[in-house]
């Protein structure tokens, strides 16, 4: 895959994840700054590590389904490795300028 093309399908990966909500907060995962890290490997594979607003939150399988569906039906992915981590946690300053200001932080 070319850089373009790798940079292409990684924008439309951004793109996907940013149509996914956190149930309890109405802004879209990326912008919370759930999404840690966003990769395809040579093989087009999405590779995603992602955090939680709180371990313990009753949606999390629903929202990391939501997450491995809409990656792996991006144009140009084969499939999605999703990995959950809680380390380090997330805090309200991961959070793009974009959601601080719509959730009333700025």
């Given at each position: ?28 995962i ?7 890290e966003?990769s ?41 490795n ?25």
């Amino acid at each position: 895959m070319g850089n373009n093309d790798y940079l292409e399908t990684e924008g439309r990966i951004i793109e996907a994840l940013k149509t996914i909500h956190d149930p309890e907060i109405p802004v879209n995962i990326y912008d919370l700054g759930l999404i840690y890290e966003v990769s395809l490997d040579e093989k087009n594979v999405a590779n995603i590590i992602m955090t939680l607003t709180a371990p313990n939150c009753p949606m999390a399988e629903m929202l990391v389904e939501e997450v491995k569906y809409k990656v792996a039906g991006t144009k140009g992915v084969k499939d999605c490795n999703l990995t959950l981590t809680f380390d380090p946690p997330w805090d309200k300053s991961m959070m793009t300028d974009e959601a601080k200001l719509e959730l009333g932080f700025l």
